[in-house]
């Protein structure tokens, strides 16, 4: 669909990357982007600048671009958020730009919007529309997998309740001269508060990736040469993927997410727990360097979800001290290795693997999943995109406005209802008026 | 070209009435053809026009000038204004009608305010049509909208009456209600026919058919009638009207403070079912038409039988039965509640256990009828069929049920006819934000009903505004636009709506413990009469005028909510497609969307939005697509 409204969506490739871009575009782009930045106001066309956006309590740095319509790809105002390559920040700038009165894209609205707006020509619009169905198939895919899913498990006896207490209030409505006993005001409210309550759960309870304290937290430790950081960059796919060196030190702990097949975890490559090679620890000003790093680190080490003991192959000196035990040890350079006998004996904890050849990696990844999110069959862990935390969002903002709308009148509750049915339904599939009315002749016996 | 009649229509029920009114008030030369002229108007089923959404769709018929307003103020023997403990928005007027008064009505309404139009007695056999028809072959795919409207299309060119007669005409309105290869069915009885004592229409479906129509069957019922002088009305409750009857045509809402209908109001009676009919239903379920397998027409979830209430709700102790009187001046009594095809020896036994019917004799047995409908996938919402140019169908044969549902698509059908008649743009589609009629007639095109289609409120996602007090205030301009609504009408509308922004200009104005009295109405926290009572200059604005803006004010801000998501909606319901787009070539349309587009040919991208099954972004491509054609055309006819 076209124009009128503002919307936004994360417009990098998906998964970790240098740098990630929230894409906003259409009459409200500027002042909502300016709700985060306030500079992004005065602004010029074609202009970029470097600022820090206030976002829920934290200080983010970003570059910010502004496009000014018509002279933009979408014709239209645009502003981009050119953030650190982290999935977690740009879900929650697009979370906040969602709360401010933006709307998600659909598949193909940005370039959808560039040719009404005569920005792009009759040639690119053919591929515009393959790429348009391409995508709402894919959708329509996902949809169909989400029903399947445990969001559908846990969210449509929610739904369910929403429809019949709205069918409820439309059966004292629609069928006024029939003997029904429909839902008094109190009853009405209960269940409002139930829903309600119910929803809040649900977000509560689930593991939104946008969470850090949900997202498992991986510390690999090893010393300097083990390979840490060659193993981190092949697990997260991307040489470019890692390094976000963490607030105000030098180089004491580096991470990176690791996309795995139940979900994401961070890798923290830990520093600091190694002695030097003569296992003397250094002196003076260095020394108090040394222990501030070793604090961090095994602060590091204590919270982490999982530690991983990182050893080259050929390693035959005793494990380092990281005050617990691992719950995985890697051999790595696992293609230096010469004859098997050079091989440690290896116990069941232990993976050996070599970056370079790809070997072992596939295992180390099964592995970190199985740690991480446990094994399969156990119950999967409930996770909401920005997208399904919006439409949550907006039912639980309507189902407040329905708890006052009830003492005002039946017809006023009624379209609070509607309203939060229908952003479940955006979710899960609509329950049409007709599929409503379907309840209500079910279970009661109305009509002359 | 000359013809004996620009517009026919073919039935006289409440559809073909409404649309003969429509069309001939539009200058239109009509001929009504009708199997019996005396029946033109008549209830076949309950004595009763209105209720809750269908009241609203009165009042916005008769805000648009119709008839069904002005019949039913004048034939109402008992006035109720529903949901009066709900708010404003959901009220509905709801009448009871002397049903003989009120056919004869509509025939006078018709003869003396309807010059241009012949009420002719007969029976259509045939449609005589012009040009290729999807009964003959693959529709045509032209590259010009003009061209496939004004003749590439088939089109209709005369209809043949059973005696051989054949009269031309350039459009015509098909409103045969139930008569469609009507069956009825009481008990193991069937009797081909429409209406008891009135034949079936049987050449006209055989007619759609080959003119390649797709046709569905529906099934409605009725309940049976008493003799009034056989009831013991001490051991049923009455049920008054309202002290202060409102009447549905804003003419005479508009003509008096207070008004008062020309006829004896009378009551009505609720009595019950019990146990013992129930056992009753119960053993003689197997010679229940629905239940034996007789008929396997769909029927309707929200107008049981008796029979169906009694299998589905099998814990519920009793039924209510509302008696209602049929007439002034006869002693027909309709049992609203048990509407049911029972054989009679049943039917006699359920009544005589009701309390108070002990004695009761049925002048006329309950009976379920079936009949045809067309799929209304094939007409378009001007009511215009998809395939033949001028061929309109309106009422019972689109898969509805009810006199006013049939009304509002009568008065739609009639309008567009005549536009079609007079070379005019065939474009009179009400939106969904703007009537119920405009919800009715977008429900039936993009969601084909499995079982007659019945208005409720829930059905309008702006019920809010679509409300019974605001009916003209949305629709008299553009029925006086239309040019059905006369002078008249249009000076006594003029009147009110000064009226309403004087009275509001002055509550702005005017303080009250330092709030304006608008301001007081807005919050709800004083309501009209007090507003009154406590500043005496307001005394100076009607009753009726206040009311309005009491109301008005109450929703204000809903409706306001309401109206931004209409407007994220407009650009897309204007967005029109034309009527010859071939989805086989639309490039990167999804299959399932493309079948969907085939099927339903959407008429603007706002209706294709709502066809299940269709997603934004198969919105999009087919937007892009259209707008790739338009630039390729205006590049094609150079500067």
Known sequence: MTGGDTICAISSAAGPAGRTIVRVSGPEAVALAAATAEPVREMAGGEARRLTLHLAGMLVPAWVYVFRGPRSYTGEDIVELHLPGNAILARMVLDDLIRRGARPAEAGEFTARAYFNRRMDLTEAEGVAAAVSAGSERELMAARQLLAGELARRLSPMMDQLADTLALVEVGIDFTDEDVTFLSTDELLARIVAIHADLRRLVRDSARFERLSHEPRVVLVGRPNAGKSTLMNALSRSARAIVSPQAGTTR?????????????????????????????????????????????????????????????????????????????????????????????????????????????????????????????????????????????????????????????????????????????????????????????????CIGK | MACDYDIIVIGGGHAGAEAAWAAAHLGARVAMVTLDPARIGQMSCNPAIGGLAKGQMVREIDALGGLMGLAIDNTGIQFRMLNRSKGPAVWGPRAQADKYRYAREVQRLLREHCPTLDILPGEVADLEVEGQTPGTGAPPVHAEEDAYERGARATVRAVRLADGTRLTCRAAIITTGTFLRGLMHTGEAKTEGGRIGEAAAKGLS?????????????????????????????????????????????????????????????NCWIGATNQAIHDIIRANLHRAPMYSGQINATGTRYCPS????????????????????????????????????????????????????????????????????????????????????????????????????????????????????????????????????????????????????????????????LRNDNADERLTPLGRELGLVDDARWAQFSAMRDAVQSAETLLRTHRLNGTSAFEH???????????????????????????????????????????????????????????????????????????????????????????????????????????????????????
């Open chain 1, 252 to 444: 004491d702990v580096l991470s990176a997410e690791v996309e795995l097949a139940s979900g994401l975890v961070t890798l923290l490559d830990v520093a600091g727990l190694e002695t030097d090679e003569n296992g003397q620890t250094p002196e003076g000003v260095l020394a108090e360097v040394h222990q501030q790093m070793q604090r961090r680190a095994r602060e590091a080490v204590a919270q982490a979800d999982l530690v991983v003991l990182v050893r080259e192959i050929s390693d035959r000196s005793p494990p380092i001290d990281i005050g617990r035990s691992a719950d995985l040890s890697v051999w790595t350079k696992l293609d230096l290795a010469g004859a098997a006998g050079d091989l440690p004996a290896m116990r069941g904890d232990a993976v050996a693997v070599s970056a370079v050849t790809g070997a072992g990696m596939e295992e180390l990844r099964r592995r970190l999943d199985e740690l991480a999110f446990g094994k399969g069959g156990q119950e999967a862990t409930l996770a909401l995109n920005t997208r399904h935390l919006a439409e949550i969002d907006a039912a639980l903002a309507a189902l407040d406005r329905a708890t006052k709308a009830a003492d005002e009148g039946a017809e006023l509750a009624a379209l609070e209802l509607r309203e939060a049915l229908d952003a479940l339904g955006r979710i899960l599939g609509a329950v049409t008026p007709d599929e409503l009315l379907g309840r209500i002749f079910s279970r009661f």
């Open chain 2, 206 to 266: 055989a007619c759609l058919e080959r003119l390649g129509f797709e046709l569905g069957r529906l099934k409605t019922g009725t309940p049976p009638r008493l003799d009034r002088n056989t009831i013991d009305f001490s051991r049923v409750e009455p049920q008054p009207g309202d002290d202060d009857p409102h009447p549905f045509s804003y003419l005479n809402e508009y003509a008096a403070a207070r008004w008062s209908p020309p006829l004896t109001q009378v």
């Open chain 2, 306 to 465: 008796i029979e169906d209430k009694i299998v589905r709700f099998a814990d519920k102790p009793s039924h209510h039965i509302f008696l209602e009187p049929e007439s002034l001046d006869t002693d027909e009594i309709y049992c609203n509640g048990i509407s049911t095809s029972l054989p009679k020896d049943v039917q006699d036994q359920i009544v005589r256990l009701v309390p108070g019917l002990e004695n009761a004799t049925i002048l006329r047995y309950g009976y379920a009828v079936e009949y045809d409908m067309v799929w209304p996938t094939q007409i378009r919402a001007t009511l215009e069929t998809k395939a033949i140019a001028g061929l309109f169908l309106a009422g019972q044969i689109n898969g509805t049920s009810g006199y006013e549902e049939a009304a509002a698509q009568g008065l739609v059908a009639g309008v567009n006819a005549a536009r079609y008649a007079a070379d005019k743009p065939v474009d009179f589609i009400l939106r969904r934000d703007q009537a119920y009629i405009g919800v009715l007639i977008d429900d039936l095109v993009t969601k084909p009903p499995n079982e007659p289609y019945r208005m409720f409120t829930s059905r309008a996602e702006h019920r809010l505004h």
């Open chain 2, 521 to 639: 109405l807005r919050r709800g926290d004083t309501s009209w009469e007090d507003l009154v009572r406590q500043s005496p200059q307001l005394e100076a604005i009607p009753l009726r005028v206040g009311r309005r803006i009491e109301i008005r004010t109450k929703y204000e801000g809903y409706i306001a909510r309401q109206d931004r998501q209409i407007e994220r909606f407009a650009q897309l319901e204007q967005r029109r497609i034309p009527q010859w787009i071939d989805y086989r070539v639309v490039p990167g349309l999804r299959n399932e969307a493309r079948s969907k587009l085939m099927t339903f040919t959407p008429a603007s991208l706002g209706q294709a939005l709502r066809i299940s099954g269709i997603t934004p972004a198969d919105v999009t491509v087919l937007a892009i697509h259209l707008d790739r054609l338009s630039r390729q055309r205006e590049g094609a006819k150079g500067p």
